[in-house]
């Protein structure tokens, strides 16, 4: 998070630092949101916790595209295929 925030110009945000209504404004946005993420880690450190209940309402709901992995990241697109 602290790497894309110092090197880019794009709104960055943290799984968890994001409550519900954070999440509800950031998906409300008209601009493409992607999630970069190392799904094993939040299953295994985080879970019943911010992290993991973020990435699993982002998941039901608008959905994530797998656009590729590098490593244990993932890089998704978030929202229903086109």
Not at 38 to 46: C, V
Not at 51 to 68: F, K, M
């Amino acid at each position: 998070t602290l790497t894309f925030r110092h090197y880019t110009h794009l709104p960055t945000f943290d799984l968890f630092d994001l409550t519900p209504s954070d999440l509800t404004a950031i998906l409300a946005s008209d601009e493409p949101t992607f999630l970069l993420v190392d799904e094993g880690n939040i299953q295994d450190q985080w879970l019943g916790q911010g992290p993991a209940e973020n990435l699993q309402r982002l998941r039901g709901s608008p959905g994530l595209i797998q656009l590729g992995t590098r490593g244990a990241y993932t890089l998704f697109r978030v929202g229903s295929p086109a």
